[in-house]
C-alpha cells in the first residue's frame, strides 16, 4: 500500500500540542523511522511515550539516550501501568497529562532534572485537550490518521485495562473541538480514512447522538473528504438509530469485541453486554446499515469447555466476519484478571517473555497457569487461525458480506475527488504489486469485483477495503499457526516447562 505503518502516534501529537508554542520539536516516530545521533544532539529533552507491545525498545531508549548525555520524560499507558519499569528515566509523567502537563513544564523550565508527575485517575478534562499536532506527521507513512472523542468504557470487562486507565464513566470532547481536528486534517490536505480510536465510541451514546448531526453535515459542506471506522460495544446493534447516524456520517466499519461464542465463558469474564443476544443476528444489524463489522476474539479464559475453537470458528463464518483478530487470552497489568490470577498464585513471573513478544496475544499470550490443558487450548487456537485464513473461508466472508451491506437511502452519496484519488492510488498500488508478486490474490479481488458489482455495487468499495486485508492476513496467519505448532510441539515432547509463577498474596483483615 506504500505506507510504512497503519497510524501515526496520535498521543504524542496531542502532547506536543499541550508543549509552550515556543518550544522546538521534531517528531520521531520508530515504527516508521529510525531515532538517529542527529536526532538526539539536536535535542535538549527527549520525551517518549508508547504501548505494551513497545516496552522492550523504550526501555533500551532509555539507555541510548542517557548515554548521549541527554534527559528523558516518559509517559503513555505503559510507563502509567508499570510505572516502576521505567525508573531510569529522568522524568515520568504518568496518566492523563491534560492534568500534570503545566507541572512537569514548570519543574523542567526551572532547572529540575528529575521528577514524577502523576495526574489524578479519570479526572482529566477532555474538553481542555488541544488539536493535535497533525502538521508534525508525514502522512504518507500512514494507511490512516486518528481522532479521539472520548475517554472511558461503562463496561467492567477482566481482562481490559482500558477502565484501569481512563476510568468507567467516558469523557467526551466538545462538538467544536472534534470539527476543529477534522478541519486541521482537511487543511492540510489530508484525505481518506479517519479512525475514532475511542476504546468504545458508543460508551456515552447521549453525547455521540449529539455529535454526530453535526459531524454529517461537516462532511456535506466539505463533500464527505473523510470515510471513518471506530470501536463500540455489541450493544450499538440495538439503536437503529444510531447506526443510521454513524452511517450518515461516513463510518464504514466498527470494531466490535465479541472474545467468545459461550455464554459462560462471557458472563465469567464479565463481558455481559455481549450475553442474552444472538451475535449473529445483532452483527446481520450493523451489516444492514452499511457498516462492516471487524471483531475480536479470545481463547484461554477459565470457563473453556472442549471445542470452543470449533464454536468460535463456525461463529466466526455463520457472521460472515471477514477480519476477525484471534487471540490468546493475556493478562495485562492492572487489570481485574492480573489481580486475580496474582491473588491465586497462577500468574507467571514477567519476566519469563522472550524478547520482542512482550504483550503479543498470538503468540505470547497465556501469561498465567490456565485452567483448561495449554496444549488443548493451543489446539484450539491453532485451529480457528488455520481455518479461518484459508484463502477460499476468507473471500466467501468478504463476499457474503458484500450481499448483507445495505446502507439507509439517506446517506450521502456525493462524490469526492480528492478521497477518490486517495483510494484509486491505494489500490493501484496494491492491485499492480499484487499482480507481480501475489498473481492468486489480484486474480481473487479482480473475481470479487466481479461478483460485487453483480449482487450489491455500492458495497465494491467496502468489499475491497475489506479484502485488501487478507495480503497481512494469510501470511500471517501462516506465521502464527506455524508458531503455534511449535509451541504445541513443546508440549508434547515435554521440552516445555512453565515458568515461574509471582508470589501469592493472601491478605486478612
Not at 526501555?59 to 541510548?64: A, E, M, S, T, V
Request: glycine content about 8%; some cysteine.
Amino acid at each position: 500500500m506504500g505506507a510504512r505503518y497503519p497510524a501515526p502516534p496520535l498521543g504524542l501529537i496531542t502532547v506536543a500540542a499541550m508543549l509552550p508554542d515556543h518550544w522546538t520539536l521534531r517528531l520521531v516516530d520508530c515504527n516508521v523511522e529510525e531515532l538517529s545521533d542527529r536526532d538526539l544532539g539536536w535535542a535538549d529533552l527527549v520525551l517518549m511515550s508508547g504501548m505494551l507491545p513497545q516496552q522492550e525498545n523504550a526501555l533500551r531508549l532509555i539507555d541510548r539516550v542517557h548515554a548521549a548525555g541527554k534527559l528523558v520524560a516518559v509517559g503513555g499507558p505503559d510507563a502509567t501501568s508499570s510505572p516502576e519499569l521505567y525508573a531510569a528515566a529522568d522524568f515520568r509523567v504518568l496518566g492523563e497529562a491534560e492534568d500534570v502537563i503545566d507541572d512537569f513544564i514548570a519543574a523542567w523550565t526551572s532547572g529540575e532534572t528529575k521528577g514524577d508527575f502523576t495526574a489524578p485517575k479519570f479526572q482529566a478534562d477532555v474538553t481542555r485537550s488541544p488539536v493535535p499536532r497533525f502538521d508534525l506527521l508525514t502522512f504518507s507513512n500512514y494507511l490512516f490518521v486518528g481522532v479521539q472523542f472520548s475517554r472511558g468504557c461503562p463496561f467492567t470487562c477482566e481482562f481490559c485495562d482500558i477502565i484501569e486507565l481512563y476510568g468507567r464513566v467516558p469523557r467526551t470532547k466538545t462538538t467544536e473541538q472534534m470539527l476543529a481536528e477534522l478541519d486541521a486534517l482537511y487543511a492540510l490536505g489530508y484525505r481518506g480514512h479517519v479512525d475514532f480510536v475511542d476504546d468504545n465510541l458508543i460508551g456515552n451514546k447521549k453525547a455521540v447522538k449529539a455529535f454526530l448531526p453535526a459531524l454529517i453535515e461537516w462532511q456535506k459542506a466539505h463533500s464527505h473528504p473523510f470515510e471513518f471506522s471506530t470501536e463500540a460495544s455489541i450493544n450499538l446493534a440495538d439503536d437503529q438509530a444510531l447506526l443510521a447516524l454513524l452511517s450518515q456520517a461516513g463510518f464504514f466499519t466498527v470494531f466490535v469485541g465479541i472474545e467468545s461464542p459461550d455464554e459462560d465463558v462471557l458472563r465469567s469474564a464479565q463481558k455481559k453486554q455481549n450475553t442474552r443476544r444472538d451475535i449473529v443476528v445483532s452483527l446481520e444489524k450493523i451489516y444492514a446499515a452499511g457498516i462492516v463489522v471487524i471483531a475480536g476474539f479470545i481463547l484461554g479464559f477459565d470457563d473453556e469447555k472442549p471445542g470452543a475453537g470449533a464454536r468460535m470458528a463456525e461463529l466466526i463464518e455463520d457472521a460472515a466476519i471477514p477480519v476477525s483478530m484471534v487471540g490468546l487470552l493475556y493478562a495485562l497489568p492492572n487489570t481485574q484478571l492480573t489481580t486475580r490470577l496474582g491473588r491465586e498464585g497462577r500468574l507467571f513471573a514477567s519476566d519469563h517473555v522472550e524478547e520482542g513478544v512482550s504483550g503479543d496475544q498470538c503468540i505470547a499470550g497465556l501469561n498465567f497457569d490456565t485452567k483448561r490443558p495449554r496444549i488443548d487450548i493451543l489446539r484450539d487456537y491453532h485451529q480457528v487461525v488455520s481455518s479461518i485464513y484459508t484463502p477460499r473461508s476468507f473471500f466467501d466472508r468478504v463476499r457474503r458480506v458484500g450481499e448483507k451491506l445495505r446502507p439507509p437511502p439517506s446517506v450521502d452519496k456525493s462524490f469526492n475527488f480528492g478521497r477518490s484519488m486517495a483510494d484509486a492510488r491505494l489500490f493501484t498500488r496494491f492491485m499492480v504489486k499484487s499482480a507481480f508478486r501475489h498473481p492468486q490474490l489480484a486474480l481473487q479481488m479482480t473475481r470479487l469485483i466481479g461478483q460485487g458489482m453483480r449482487t450489491n455495487p455500492g458495497a465494491v468499495p467496502a468489499m475491497v477495503k475489506m479484502a485488501i486485508f487478507y495480503a497481512h492476513l494469510g501470511p500471517f496467519a501462516r506465521y502464527v499457526s506455524e508458531e503455534i505448532a511449535s509451541q504445541i510441539e513443546a508440549i508434547e515432547d515435554g521440552s516445555w516447562a512453565a515458568p515461574e509463577r509471582t508470589p501469592a498474596i493472601v491478605m486478612t483483615a
